[in-house]
């Protein structure tokens, strides 16, 4: 499995796993879609911590859910990116989705 | 002009060979002790254009379609060239231009380019309407223990 689900009120967190490209997002795509669309969340916390490498495909991958969530009349959010992924985040210009484990 | 080392390979356009790409590639440069940051750069602008060959020259379905990856050293650098022999680049300067996708339906984001010129040193595309296209990358070796 390279996504695993906490959802906590009406806040959902997906852990990614391993490394998200062309290839690995259309999986984690779909998994994430069916579980905001069986659970309805006002927030959804992406959680980096597990992924070790990105490409731009995990920038469509970041902007489908934002749009998906933000139509339910919700939010998304980012957090635990390694510098090498905040990288690519940034060069997107979304490092305001990114929130620290602290400020959550 | 004389190399250290190359290597050169060619790989079917599978979606599966964009993390086996990377990893040959990272692996094979590997040799001059370069920062990991800069591997990090190398595998992230291999994987976009080994990405746009599959996703874009041969449109996401001639899975005959082949990649030639060709990768070669010397001390302080490595060049790195990504061809295909898809549908080509009509106007390259606006395919680099950033956000610029002629797949936004695929969740495509134009940022491929962006993300290969802001890891390598040199990014070269050569290509015209149905010529192909070879991207070529140009990292200069930022060594392990220099720092
Ligand atoms: N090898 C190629 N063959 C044909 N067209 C290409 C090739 N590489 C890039 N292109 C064209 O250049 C455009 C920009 O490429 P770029 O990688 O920057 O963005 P993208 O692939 O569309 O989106 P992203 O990489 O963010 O997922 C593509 O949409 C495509 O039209
Ligand atoms: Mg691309």
């Known amino acids: ?104 | 002009m004389k190399y250290l080392n190359y290597f050169k390979m060619t790989i079917p356009a599978l979606s599966r060979n964009e993390s086996f790409a990377r990893t040959a590639v990272s692996a094979f440069v590997s040799q001059l002790d370069p920062l990991v940051s800069q591997l990090s750069d190398i595998r992230a602008s291999v994987s976009e254009a080994v990405t746009n060959c599959i996703v874009h020259a041969y449109d996401g379905k001639d899975e005959a379609g082949k990649i030639t990856i060709t990768a070669k050293i010397n001390e302080d650098t490595a060049y790195i060239r990504i061809k295909d022999n898809g549908c080509g680049i009509e106007d390259i300067k606006q395919a680099m231009e950033p956000l610029f996708t002629t797949k936004p339906e695929e969740e495509r984001t134009g940022l491929g380019f962006a993300v290969m010129e802001s890891c390598a040193d040199k990014v070269k595309v050569s290509s015209g309407k149905n010529k192909g296209t070879t991207v070529s990358l140009t990292f200069k070796i930022v060594k392990k223990e220099v720092l």
């Not at chain 1, 984690?28 to 495909?57: A, N």
């Not at chain 1, 969530?69 to 998304?76: I, N, Q, R």
């Open chain 1, 1 to 104: 499995m390279n996504v695993t689900f906490t959802r906590t009120d009406e806040l959902l967190s997906a852990r990614l796993y391993g490394e998200i490209d062309h290839h690995t997002a259309r999986d984690m795509r779909m998994l994430i879609d069916s579980e905001i669309e069986g659970t309805l969340p006002k927030s959804l916390i992406l959680d980096f911590s597990g992924v070790q490498f990105m490409d731009s495909s995990g920038i469509g991958l970041i902007l489908g859910r934002k749009r998906l969530v933000e139509a339910l009349g919700g939010g998304l959010y980012i957090k635990n990116t390694k510098p090498h992924i905040r990288k690519i985040i940034s060069l997107a210009g979304l490092d305001n989705l990114i929130i620290s484990e602290r400020s959550k």
